[in-house]
């Protein structure tokens, strides 16, 4: 009994020093999100844990050891997928040779078992929202496998290395596992919870893309001291869509709408779905000749195929875009001339691009301010001659990446 207390007074240094890794796990989550690069640094975090583990060490003989050091290792790949698994067991592997001994490639052996039982365990129960008690007892019992890298050595000194972990640091091992692996899981969960809540908050449900909130939100974070063009499209005559084939019609069309534009748009631009068939295109940094050119493609790549409706059947749809170019704190006033150049778009006749004049004035004159009917009409480029509509098109074009096939 008295070796046992003394062992586990050796070992309090180390478990309270475990216990911390889920604060840091908590604290790096809440701060980078579960991107790759967070799982590499909390990696790096959980394999120094693991170093600093073998400093309380129970000898069994010349060279050889046991210790904590696979309980962080584990929860490395349990939690940090295989980036950050990889950096933990890496520094736990140097870690081992560092010190050296017979045991060394035993010790070793133990640490990729533990890491690979962390791995696997992590992915056959990555779907739940949240992984209960009994889960975790599972994560505990299959990391526990980890002594059997002992058996590298000679037999009989591979049974006192197993012998001296049984009493005291495989029971520490498990109970390690449960409570530090809850309260990581729990961190987790929570962040998870906060990520679709974020989420569910800023996107449209019925297609994925931003709401208006979401989208006000994104252009804020653009960078204010550049301007962009804001785009309107509109659906063209979308009433008769959902009266002639019922709502879950438009409701596929909406959804199939974001998928087009998305083959036109660079990555950061923004695609907010404002109401109804309303939809919002903000283009950061984008001049606006070649916020022109975009708009043209928009309407291009909605006309250039039938959209598939549920009940079966296709249906042409095409799209009226009104744009405004200025800077991102003035989305209200963006808004508002865009929207009285979408106006102006549609009174022309739809299927079409109009661009709000940059000329100053009040909003009232805007659509009559809007540039003249065929300047921004994508059916302009049909009707010019063959040789003027190379160069109008190399002209544009020039702006932007070739159109995906």
């Known amino acids: 009994m008295t070796s046992a207390m003394d062992t586990l007074k050796d070992l309090s240094g180390t478990m309270a020093l475990l216990a911390l890794l889920a604060v840091v796990y908590g604290v790096t989550l809440r701060r980078f999100g579960p991107a790759r690069g967070a799982r590499v640094a909390l990696g790096v975090v959980f394999g120094a844990a693991a170093i600093l583990a073998m400093g309380d060490r129970i000898p069994v003989t010349e060279g050889v050891f046991v210790d904590l050091r696979n309980l962080p290792v ?56 949240r992984r209960g008690t009994p889960t975790l007892l599972g994560l505990a019992l299959a990391t526990s496998a980890h002594p059997l890298g002992a058996f590298l050595l000679p037999l009989p000194v591979a049974m006192r290395t197993v012998a001296a972990m049984i ?88 959804r199939a709408m974001g998928d087009r534009m998305a083959s036109v748009l660079r990555k950061g631009d923004l695609v907010a779905r404002l109401g109804g068939e309303e939809l919002a295109v903000f283009l950061p940094g984008q001049p606006a000749a070649a916020a022109r050119v975009v708009a043209r493609r928009l309407c291009e790549v909605v006309r250039a195929r039938p959209f598939a409706l549920p009940a079966g059947g296709t249906a042409p749809i095409t799209v009226s875009v009104g744009g405004a170019w200025g800077r991102p704190a003035s989305l209200d006033r963006l808004i508002a001339r865009a929207d009285a150049a979408l106006y102006a778009a549609k009174h022309a006749g739809r299927d079409r691009c109009r661009f709000a004049s940059d000329r100053p004035g009040p909003l009232a004159s805007i659509p009559a301010a809007t540039e003249s009917a065929c300047a921004d009409c994508v059916l302009r480029l049909t009707c010019l001659c063959d040789s003027e509509r190379d160069v109008q098109v190399e002209r544009l074009d020039h702006f932007l990446p070739s159109e995906a096939a």
């Open 74 to 129: 584990a929860l490395a790949g349990a939690f940090l997928g295989l980036p950050g698994a990889s950096v933990a067991l890496a520094m736990a592997v140097a870690g081992r040779l560092g010190i050296g001994g017979s045991g060394a490639m035993a010790g070793i052996a133990s640490s990729f078992i533990a890491a690979a039982a962390g791995l696997a365990w992590d992915r056959r129960t990555r779907s739940p929202a």
């Open 167 to 254: 009493p005291i640091l495989l029971p520490i091992h498990i109970l390690g596992i449960l409570m530090i692996g809850c309260l990581i899981e729990r961190e987790r969960a929570s962040h998870a919870r906060e990520r679709a809540l974020r989420r569910a908050a800023e996107h449209d449900p019925l297609t994925g893309l931003l709401n208006r909130r979401g989208f006000e939100r994104g252009v804020a974070r653009c960078d204010q001291s550049q301007g962009g063009a804001l785009l309107l499209l509109d659906v063209d005559h979308f009433k008769r869509i959902n009266d002639d084939h019922g709502h879950p019609a438009g409701d596929a069309v909406l």
